[in-house]
């Protein structure tokens, strides 16, 4: 009994081992990666432009209140020991409201510009998605996938959904 429940057994892993090899033999698995269609995505340069252009200035104006607030503290501290108290106080009390002013528009600033750069992200990652449904059909893969740890070289086709990408614009 126990020689013919591992016969069975034997025979049943080495039919596994011909099913399975016949499978990944017509298996057809391709890999994108999504970190090089944000880098170099003629989609992701266009939103990075964007964004840049969108949120300029108030980059500019938090820099020059960092300036400002940087020149109130050297100015305190190169007077402090000439001033009366009260123009000291009167001196430190702005330089607090001017640290938080600025500290809660660099707050925001962020805020905003990771809002942004999200909505952006999520529209690349659609046209992306698109494109890799696409590519999929027109090529019949049987699997594509997205950020993984290591893939070989062979299966990465994300240059093409970079070109698929370029090209829908």
Do not use: C
């Amino acid at each position: 009994m126990n020689t013919r429940i591992a016969a069975l057994l034997v025979a049943l892993m080495a039919s596994l081992t011909v099913s399975y090899a016949s499978a990944a033999e017509s298996l057809k698995v391709g890999y994108v990666n999504t970190q090089r269609i944000f880098r170099d995505a003629p989609t992701a340069i266009r939103a990075a432009k964007k964004l840049e252009a969108e949120f300029s200035k108030r980059d500019q104006e938090l820099q020059q209140l960092a300036k400002h607030v940087q020149e109130l503290q050297q100015s305190l501290e190169k007077n402090a020991v000439s001033m009366s108290d009260a123009d000291r106080r009167s001196k430190e009390k702005e330089l607090n409201e001017q640290s938080r002013e600025f500290q809660r528009k660099q707050r925001e600033f962020r805020e905003d510009l990771n809002l942004r750069q999200n909505e952006e992200n999520a529209a690349i990652i659609e046209k992306a998605n698109k494109a890799i449904k696409i590519l999929a059909d027109a090529e019949k893969y049987d699997l594509i996938v997205q950020d993984v740890v290591w893939v070989s070289p062979k299966l990465d086709v994300t240059d093409k959904i970079i070109k698929a990408l370029s090209e829908s614009k």
